[in-house]
């Protein structure tokens, strides 16, 4: 049960930092890391010869520990990843795939994940326990992962369980953007896992199983999906995790088919329904293409709606001459931009804003991992404890078995 009233509102420093980290001035080449430094966001300690090696230095050292170490180690990328880390990638892909490639890696001794910190949480559970997984840089979390703290999250489904029974009454759903911990409170209480490729068919997997979803901790992806299969506005409820009992009675909740975190990732809320209407008087055949994690009034004007894999294919794949709006992050857009010289892409958002959390990921620290796995050293493993992981795992493992 929910006891704190008065608690205060707690805005997670990494989403404070998101904001602040938009005004880089259109400047995405890497720089040394002790110029980075500078950006205003927090990052990890790190050996100091690291700090003023050139993105040229750094290559070189990257390309021989590669080298040195072989198929010991594999390097996995999140589309988001700056261009001068994604090029390591011995594999790139969505949260989807890269969940299903940690899964399928037997050999490699090693995973470096380029990516954010419950990605890395994820491949660890999918993976054997001999072998590492690896975040380049601890500090690269989720400032939408950060907005739904496991005690809250405890409350919140105790409190629907005091309302509404045991009886199938609430399945709970969690985005792949959430802790491990969330994900066990998934596994144990018969839920599971989505990410934005495969949300719907989880939507419907809970829909088979209970009479409600409780949906984590994205409200935005949580409402289009069910938007999209045809749940009406007044069947849904957003639980404000700094109110008691989420804000709602509990008649709202009875009344509910979908209870809706209030969580948002503050790079996909950026994008508005001007920003489209004004590329749209620019451009008139252009076609936009956002990333479900933006509000509902965007995708409901998008021509095309999907994970950052479905963007990524669908604008490679066009024909050339077409014009793409893209509603998501910068690094992906302008890697989209330059793989397609033949078509017009750009960003619907003017303002140059990566994800901070993501961009911290510089191609120094994983210099820093590459040479520690050289030296026989594991620096920053990322283990997931018993019993999440189990029970973590549980939840994953539904999430693969209804596909992607
Ligand atoms: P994808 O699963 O589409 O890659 O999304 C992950 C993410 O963090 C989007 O903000
Ligand atoms: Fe999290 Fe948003 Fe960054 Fe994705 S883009 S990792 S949801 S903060």
């Known amino acids: 049960m929910t006891m704190t009233l008065s608690r205060q509102t707690v805005v997670p420093i990494t989403e404070l930092e998101q904001s602040a ?34 993105p040229e230095e750094l290559d070189a050292g990257i390309r021989e520990a590669r080298t040195a170490l072989g198929n010991s180690t594999i390097v996995l990328g ?6 001068d880390v994604i090029k390591y990638a011995d594999f790139r892909g969505d949260s989807y795939l890269l969940s299903k490639q940690a899964a399928s890696v037997k050999d490699a001794r090693a995973i470096v994940f380029c990516g954010v910190h419950f990605m890395a949480e994820t491949a660890d559970i999918l993976t054997s326990p001999a072998q590492s997984v690896i975040l380049p840089n601890m500090a690269a979390g989720c400032s939408m992962a950060d907005m739904a703290a496991t005690d809250d999250v405890e409350d919140c489904w105790d409190d629907l369980i005091s ?18 911990a969330i994900k066990a409170l998934c596994g144990r209480n018969g839920g599971l896992v989505c990410t934005s490729s495969n949300a719907g068919q989880a939507f419907k997997w809970a829909y088979e199983r209970g009479r409600r979803v ?21 069947d849904m409820v957003v639980w404000n995790p700094f109110k008691r009992m989420g804000g709602l009675t509990p008649e709202e ?16 809320t950026r994008f508005s329904v001007k920003q489209v209407e004004e590329a749209r008087e620019a451009h008139p055949d252009i076609n936009i293409i956002v990333h479900p994690e933006c ?5 409901d004007i998008a021509d095309y709606v999907g994970s950052t894999e479905y963007i990524s294919r669908t604008v490679n794949e066009a024909p050339a001459g077409t014009t793409w709006g893209i509603g998501t992050e910068i690094n992906m857009v302008t890697r989209l931009a330059s793989q397609n010289p033949d078509k017009k892409v750009f960003c619907l958002d003017p303002v140059v804003c990566p994800c901070a959390t993501m961009y911290r990921i510089h191609p120094a620290y994983v210099l820093w991992v590459l040479e520690g796995l050289m030296a026989d050293l594991v620096i920053n493993p990322v283990e997931v404890p018993e019993p999440i992981r189990t029970e973590a795992k549980l939840a994953l493992n539904r999430m693969l078995e209804i596909g992607g």
């Open 21 to 54: 980290f938009c005004q880089t001035g259109g400047n995405l080449r890497t720089q040394t890391l002790e110029e980075e430094f500078r950006s205003g966001v927090r990052w990890q300690k790190i050996p100091t010869r690291y700090l003023k090696l050139s």
């Open 253 to 268: 909740i009875r009344r509910s088919r979908v209870v809706l975190w209030q969580g948002h990732c503050s790079v996909h």
């Open 214 to 234: 409780l949906f984590l901790p994205d409200q935005h992806l949580g409402r289009n999906t069910a938007h999209k299969m045809g749940i009406p506005a007044e």
């Open 163 to 180: 309302v509404l029974g045991t009886d199938n009454q609430v399945v709970p759903v969690t985005y792949m953007n959430s802790t491990a």
């Open 78 to 83: 999140h589309h988001y990843q700056r261009q």
């Open 295 to 299: 509000v509902r009034e965007v995708v």
